[in-house]
């Protein structure tokens, strides 16, 4: 049975604040939580209705109701597992060849697909501006459907970074060039800004290359596409050269 101090601890999870105070995060359902070991996210426990179903001999399993766990989980619909982890340490890895740069993505579901698109197409990492949604983030971590795991996510001042990079910086732009005739450096950060105002100006200035998605429809009535759907059809292209 968990105590009343514990539940309360795990709820506040959802707050960033908290998630750095406790140095924890919570990863939910059977499925995710398999991806955490092999991977470098360390374990603290974990708390399902059915430790049967997981066949983790290496990490403590707490056996909880159901009752329990919809007071602990995040989701709507609970899973059957909560794993509480220990944040990582944050360690920024050398310039890869294609890298994302996220300029205040504020959605949490776009930042979880961005990461299990980079997963995807086998993109190492990305670089977060500070104010980007938090990575931990609950929402974020259930859209990524495990490829947390396998991302290397780092926030850091992008002015500074985007004017040391050895990578040619590249952003869209409806004025820029049709990305399927669009020629490829060798090494790319493709940088996508804010849901609703795009990238900072600061961010802009820094730019090398600008790519757009040329519109096909008849009707001029959509403006644009939602960023992680626009950053799905850029990667799609870029891998295809």
Known sequence: MLTAHTIKILQSL????????????????????????NSNFKIKEILSTDPQKLDLSDSPITHISENELKKISFLKTPKDSVAVCYLAQEEIMEDQNI???????????????????????????????EDTVDFYNPKVIQATMGSFTRVNVVYTNLVEYLSETQNVNIGTDMDGENIYTFEKP????????NEGNGMRAETEKLLQKSICIPRF?????????????????????????
């Open 14 to 37: 959802d707050k960033k604040k908290f998630r750095q105070k406790y140095n924890l995060f919570l990863v939910e359902g059977n499925k995710i939580i398999c991806e955490l070991f």
């Open 99 to 129: 890298q994302l740069v996220l300029d205040g993505i504020q959605d949490p579901g776009n930042l979880g697909t961005i990461i299990r698109l980079a997963d995807w197409f086998g993109i190492e990492q990305i670089i977060c501006s």
């Open 186 to 193: 060798e090494k790319i950060n493709l940088i996508l800004g």
């Open 217 to 241: 429809g008849k009707s001029q009535s959509t403006e644009s596409l939602n960023v992680s759907m626009a950053a799905g059809i850029i990667l799609g292209q870029l891998f295809s050269k």
